[in-house]
């Protein structure tokens, strides 16, 4: 009964998006856009340089193919609530019977898995035409798509916790921007981290951020269950500890809401 | 007389929005930092990916900078001084074209220059640094840089243009100047060598992306007449071609009766 409301969030949130197919669609064909053009780039390395990273082309098109589709699934929240929190609109929500950052969390997946579904197809189609199929078996992909569910719910809590700097400054942009910034070297998203130099490549290997695109992306490309219960652990240990941090900074930030009425 | 009025005309705009980013001056510094910032993290890319490889079919790491420095300069001009040039979209659909139909100026011209990104000055003054650094500047390569600057800006521009004024034709063309952007952004910072002949031929003589970075770096590094014409002709036919469709979309388009109070 209780997960029933979210559940009803995430279903008119879906319905919802289904008005805005177009935008959808065009939003998966510019996915598509930077697919194509790291087809070409990788190709163009990979006929010089075979094996390069300890990948084949397959697999690091395929691992960058999935980046491409997990990016297009939950977001970040950051904009909307930190601008829920400036506008004071939060105090809206303080009062109704529902867990804030689960309702919104609900909120943000009904919007995009839609788009995700489209993304999926769309990419995937032009992968097995440039590339062939996947190199996994298809008896995995549960636990590929579990892997992947972890790694949006993480990146959204780490999102939730940076929108609620808003409580104590006017602007959480600039933190997001940095976020934005080492999930750009330390996530997986432009390039495995088997491109980084050895020393920044240790430390991006246990960082939060590298199990929210990189390790689920290399699951589904070089899966061995040794790296499956690795990824899986830390990705509890983290979602444990930002919904640790997301609740308590939210429940210390609305402490500081003064209501006026009016 | 014409041009020299349009260029005081131009002038002032300039003024006008240089005096409103001095007013939030830390807005613009801020804006400033941050695309500066922005621009190096992309070129981490290109040092990593050069750290492990010498070429992408005889593309190396200063060329493939140097493709980012171009399109930084375009990008950054374009986005200071005529910052609308990404929301003409918007404007058509939402029939603020109005208030600019209304006065004797070219309503392109003026619609464009309204506007100033100030982040697009990060993007000029990175382009420039990392010319100097990686682009072996003499006398004679600073005036082919301004040649290819020009008419790299005036291909992206153009190209853009079309994808813009799309909405003349479909109304809400907002997801389409989007992946337009991107279809731009995307292939113009990528070396041409990794595309095959098909595609070459898309990017030479159909949407000539290629004018915008590719042929410029190709002529910094190794001048050559042939190519120097090609741009200035490539350039200039697809800004008519642009201008073409814009005024043919022009005549569709639809008062949206909307009252704007301009502060």
Request: proline share 3%; hydrophobic share 55%; net charge positive.
């Amino acid at each position: 009964m209780k997960l029933q409301k979210y559940l009803s969030v995430f279903k008119i949130n879906l319905l919802e998006s289904l008005t805005y197919t177009t935008d959808m669609i065009f939003h998966a064909l510019i996915s598509g856009i930077y697919v194509f053009i790291f087809i070409k780039l990788w190709t163009a390395i990979f006929n010089q340089n075979p094996n390069f990273l300890g990948f084949t082309l397959n697999e690091l098109l395929w691992y960058y193919g999935m980046v491409q589709i997990i990016l297009l699934f939950g977001g970040s929240p950051v904009k909307e609530i930190s601008s829920s929190i400036q506008k004071g609109e939060v105090v809206n929500s303080l009062n109704k019977p529902y867990n804030f950052i689960l309702y919104n969390l609900c909120e943000s997946l009904g919007k995009t898995v839609f788009l995700f579904l489209i993304g999926l197809f769309w990419v995937s189609l032009m992968l097995v035409f440039y590339v062939g199929l996947p190199p996994l078996d298809f008896k995995f992909y549960p636990l590929i798509f579990l892997v992947i569910l972890l790694g949006v719910l993480i990146n959204y809590l780490i999102g939730f916790s940076i929108a609620t700097i808003a409580f104590w400054v006017e602007d959480a942009t600039p933190y997001q921007w940095i976020y934005s910034k080492i999930l750009f070297i330390f996530s997986g998203v432009f390039f495995p981290l088997e491109l980084l130099p050895l020393f920044l490549k240790n430390i991006a290997q246990y960082l939060p951020t590298s199990f929210l695109l990189y390790y689920p992306a290399k699951l589904f490309v070089q899966f061995t269950w040794e790296l499956f219960w690795k990824v899986f652990s830390f990705q509890i240990a983290f979602l444990i500890l930002f919904y640790g941090l997301s609740l308590l900074l939210f429940s210390r930030g609305v402490k500081k809401v003064s209501v006026n009425g009016g | 007389m014409e041009g020299k009025k349009y260029f005081a005309f131009v002038l002032a705009y300039f003024k006008q929005n240089l005096s409103t980013a001095m007013e939030y001056r830390v807005n613009f510094i801020t804006q400033f930092f941050f695309m500066v910032l922005n621009d190096f993290f992309f070129i981490l890319f290109w040092y990593f990916l050069f750290k492990k490889i010498d070429n992408i079919n005889g593309w190396g790491f200063e060329s493939s900078i140097l493709l980012f420095a171009f399109a930084g300069l375009s990008y950054g001009f374009l986005d200071f001084f005529f910052g609308n040039w990404r929301e003409l979209n918007k404007i058509i659909a939402e029939g603020s074209l109005d208030f600019h139909l209304a006065l004797p100026k070219n309503e392109l011209l003026h619609t464009m220059i309204s506007k100033s990104n100030f982040s697009g000055m990060g993007d000029i003054v990175f382009g420039v640094c990392l010319f100097f650094l990686f682009g072996n500047m003499t006398m004679v390569s600073m005036g082919v840089l301004i040649i290819v600057t020009a008419t790299g800006t005036l291909v992206l521009f153009s190209t853009n243009l079309i994808f813009q004024s799309m909405a003349f034709y479909v109304g809400n063309a907002q997801g389409l100047s989007s992946a337009g952007m991107n279809f731009l952004t995307g292939f113009s910072v990528y070396p041409i060598s990794i595309f095959d002949s098909t595609w070459r031929f898309i990017f030479y003589f159909v949407f000539p992306i290629a004018f915008i970075t590719n042929v410029p770096v190709i002529l910094l590094q190794s001048f050559s007449l042939f190519w120097l014409v090609a741009s200035i002709f490539a350039s200039t036919s697809i800004f008519l071609v642009s201008l073409f469709i814009y005024k043919k979309g022009l005549k569709k388009y639809e008062s949206g009766n909307l009252l704007n109070i301009r502060v």
